[in-house]
């Protein structure tokens, strides 16, 4: 059934229209922060510089991607759409009277480089606090601001294996896993940070008043295990990896599939499941076998049952099992790849999931949306900005300095 | 110290396992979160694991731990009295958070325009499987259906063995702190605005979000990355991340130029104090080091040395060298590691919530620090019905009577 048609006309203006983001951020994580800012409206000027360039400026995995262009890599133009480019040499003392400008006119400031770097250059919280006493700062990293851990630095299989989770995926047989594509934490804490500054704006409306905030990877991730920290200082048990199973399901799993590497997921939970699964596969004879009768019986007898759950699957494509089980009220899905989930699934499709937006040199491809929708505000995606594509209009319009004092600045090489 | 960033305002929670991160988001803003639970309680409250391993509707850790911060109700919206009662708390609430089929709330005449008739600056964020309108949004899911359609299961576990989950509920997690973005943007809108907006997320979507390599891949060369189990394939050469030591595994992960120069160079000379051989003295200028450019055959020498020198050290061993040495070396962390984790104690991350019936057990106290608010957990996850009698008596002015009427009504 469609949900109901809605009253409401989509503003043309985002959630965040009027909102200025100073964006220190880079890799991953910053990146992502001031995206979901930006794409919501937000005006958000990337700091960035062409002689230490964001490593998604110079990642060559693409055939459009050269060596000699900053301009031309896909990853940087999914993370960074609906900004400016400012490109500043931070090292250059002229850069820092146009950075004060910034620090004035911004509303919020994001930044994840490794903890004291902001502090080395000058540029922490504390001294854009003097310049602009209600700025809202949100840092971002991988152990936090403070602790022994601080300056450790590291990537996203780090943050993995320091949350917990790395140790709970996988076999209990083999070396826990990671998604070879995927990666967790890159993705999650951005989502974090963004709430925290938007939470911060809303603050700063009722009372006035900027804040500090920061977020770690290891803090915010390690949440997703509570149950399990729970459960040791509950129960004295250390969960492992148990493949596909979980306690309370069976058959809960991935079973193969007609084809090459082709695979679905079955979850079956409660006895009603079970019989539902039982009388969508006609009712084989093996089903009424005491062994699976009860769900204990099932958990006991968990290998066999898979065996022969498999034994079904196998022939079926993937696709067709999902919407056959699904009919009968069972909780079934292909287990989906990238060809899948972009040309082929009507869902995601549906839902937008990938948006064409025009990029100056790669041309026209799909970029990922926010991964949530506002009714009545939705997000608006633009084409990531070139290097240093801003330096005139954010000098000129936005601070409004006169033209002998940006060429002056050009001159000075403060835009590299 | 002031409260949560967002203390003052409000919002209805009538989630199951679906959304339950995205309402201890918010309460750990400041916002007051009340769960609503039908009478008798929602089924998620027997999700194992249970307290001393006894199933109980108070007893599952799973629940409790995904529920601190929160008040608690029961109301049966579907009874015409509980209705009338939930329309109430609609008009003095901020936010409703919600899980259900799409279109459920619409049939019982709660849909988004009843809500928004009662209250216009309304924030509904609904978080369902696979969003709200399309295909398949009647599918019936859970985490591992879920995610099996985003594409990130096809791409996790050994290439030797089928697909394998994630930890726990990667995906149920990851779309709760989407769903509180995108209310938290909702209701600065609905500030500045005056208008409120209908949130919807998509767990198969947010999980799809992360596939950015896989996606590229795929979109612009046609190639389909495939599950690589503990490797990874940053490049031509296929290199391991993943190691086994005496008591535990670890992450290790070599990395070239200036970015991975010291660490390479620290396990190279860690190395060279046990081993006769150690190819890794092969790269004679780690600031050199092309990784993308390392052979296959070269990397094999490489892992057939380094993976049997891990195994001769503890976790302990390897956290301690790593501080050294700067290796770089990071353990799989285990509960009992993250409690005892100096960095967590240090930064206060653990605080002791009181339950009645778990007693004294630590919990996560924050998803963020702030310098000026606390964003924290304050308090343990709600009994069944615990807040009904100060919501109903001393929020909403309900008499005993009325109280009793909706009792003998089955609508709380």
Redesign the interface.
């Known amino acids: 059934m469609p949900s109901e048609p809605t009253s409401q006309a989509p503003s043309a203006m985002g959630a965040l229209a009027g909102v200025k983001v100073l964006d220190f951020g880079w890799a991953i994580v910053g990146s992502l922060t001031g995206k979901f800012l930006a794409d919501h409206g937000a005006e958000v000027i990337r700091v960035e510089s062409a002689s230490r360039p964001d490593m998604t400026r110079v990642d060559r995995r693409y055939s459009k991607s050269s060596q000699s262009s900053l301009d031309d890599k896909p990853w940087f133009a999914h993370f960074n759409t609906s900004k400016h480019s400012l490109s500043l040499d931070l090292k250059n003392p002229r850069s820092r009277e146009l950075l004060d400008r910034l620090i004035a006119w911004a509303d919020v400031v994001n930044e994840n480089f490794t903890p004291g770097t902001l502090q080395r250059l000058g540029l922490d919280y504390d001294y854009m606090k003097t310049i602009n006493p209600d700025i809202i700062f949100i840092s971002g990293s991988l152990f936090g601001q403070t602790g022994p851990l601080a300056e450790e630095w590291g990537i996203d299989g780090t943050g993995a294996a320091i949350s917990g989770r790395l140790n709970l995926t996988g076999w209990p047989d083999r070396v826990p896993v990671t998604p070879s594509s995927g990666i967790y934490g890159d993705y999650v804490v951005p989502l974090m940070n963004a709430t925290a500054v938007v939470a911060a704006l809303a603050h700063r409306e009722k009372t006035g008043l900027g804040q500090y905030m920061e977020a770690s990877m290891f803090e915010v991730t390690a949440q997703e295990i509570t149950p399990a920290v729970l459960d040791w200082q509950s129960n004295g048990r250390l969960a492992g990896r148990t493949g596909n199973r979980v306690s309370n399901a069976s058959p809960h799993g991935v079973f193969p599939c007609a084809g090459d590497d082709r695979w679905c997921a079955i979850a079956v939970f409660s006895d009603q499941d079970w019989n539902d699964f039982v009388a969508a596969i006609g009712g084989p004879d093996w089903a009424a076998d005491s062994r699976f009768a009860t769900f204990e019986a099932r958990k006991a007898n968990e290998d066999e049952l898979e065996r022969l759950v498999a034994e079904w699957t196998s022939p079926r494509d993937p696709h067709e099992v999902m919407a056959y089980l699904q009919e009968r009220g069972v909780r079934a899905a292909a287990v989906q790849g990238p060809a899948d989930i972009i040309d082929n699934d009507p869902q995601l499709r549906e839902r937008g999931f990938l948006q064409t937006v025009e990029h100056s040199v790669l041309g026209p491809f799909g970029h990922q949306m926010p991964p949530f929708r506002l009714s009545a505000t939705p997000a608006q995606l633009r084409p990531a900005p070139n290097m240093g594509e801003h330096n005139e209009y954010i000098c000129t319009e936005l601070l409004g300095m006169s033209d002998p004092e940006y060429i002056e600045l050009l001159l000075e090489d403060v835009f590299r | 110290m002031n409260k949560g ?2 203390s ?1 305002a409000r919002a209805l929670d009538l989630t199951d396992e679906t959304g339950f ?1 995205c309402g201890k ?1 918010l309460g750990e ?1 400041g916002i007051d979160v009340v769960k609503v639970e039908r009478p008798g309680g929602d089924a998620s409250r ?4 249970f ?3 006894v199933p109980g509707v108070e007893r599952s ?2 629940w ?3 529920n601190t911060g929160k008040r608690g109700i029961t109301l049966d919206i579907e009874n015409p009295k509980g209705a009338e009662v939930f329309r109430e708390l609609v008009s003095r609430v901020d936010f409703v958070i919600e899980s259900f089929e ?2 459920y709330l ?1 049939r019982i005449g709660l ?3 009843a809500l ?1 008739a009662i209250n216009p600056k309304i924030v509904i964020v609904s978080i369902t499987p ?13 985490e ?15 290439p030797d ?10 995906g149920l ?3 709760g ?6 209310g ?6 609905s ?3 005056g ?8 767990v ?18 046609r190639v ?10 940053m ?1 031509p050469t296929s290199t391991d ?4 030591c005496k008591d ?4 290790w ?1 070599m ?1 070239g130029g200036a970015f991975g120069a010291p660490a390479n160079q620290a396990l190279s000379d860690w190395m060279d104090e046990y081993l006769d051989e150690n190819p890794l003295r092969e790269v004679r200028d780690w600031m050199k080091f092309d990784k ?1 450019g390392i052979a296959q055959e070269q990397w094999n020498r490489f892992a057939s040395a380094i993976g049997p020198f891990f195994l001769r050290f503890t976790k302990d061993e390897i956290r301690e060298q ?2 050294k040495r700067g290796t ?1 070396a ?10 005892e984790s ?3 104690r ?2 206060g ?1 653990w605080t002791h919530l009181d339950d009645p019936v ?1 007693g004294d ?4 106290k ?8 606390e ?1 924290f957990s304050l308090t343990a996850a709600p009994q069944l019905g615990a807040d009904n009698e100060e919501i109903y008596r001393n929020e909403l002015g309900l008499t005993s009577e009325q109280i009793d009427e909706l009792r003998n009504a089955h609508a709380i």
Do not use: C
Not at chain 2, 46 to 49: A, K, T, Y
Not at chain 2, 130 to 142: D, L, N
Not at chain 2, 204 to 221: C, F, G, K, N, P
């Open positions: 960033l967002l003052g991160i988001v803003l027997l999700i194992p694991p307290h001393q391993d850790l799973y409790k731990a995904f799409p279109g619409q849909g988004y325009e928004r696979f969003g709200q309108k399309g295909p398949y949004s009647h599918y019936r899911s859970s591992l259906i879920a995610i099996a359609m985003s594409g990130v299961l096809n791409n996790t576990g050994d063995r089928p697909p394998v989950k994630e930890s726990l509920d990667s997690f990851h779309a702190v989407s769903g509180a973005l995108g938290v943007m909702a209701y600065y809108h500030m500045i605005a208008e409120g907006q209908q949130v919807d997320v998509s198969q979507e947010v999980a799809a979000s992360r596939l950015t390599s896989s996606i590229l891949a795929w979109d612009l060369e389909s990355l495939a599950r690589d189990g503990h490797k990874s394939q490049g991340w993943f190691w086994a535990g595994h670890l992450f992960h990395l993308a790593n501080l770089n990071t353990v799989a962390n285990d509960p009992h590691d993250l409690l100096e960095q967590l240090g930064r991350y778990l057990l630590k919990f996560p924050y998803f963020f620090q702030s310098r000026d608010t964003n």
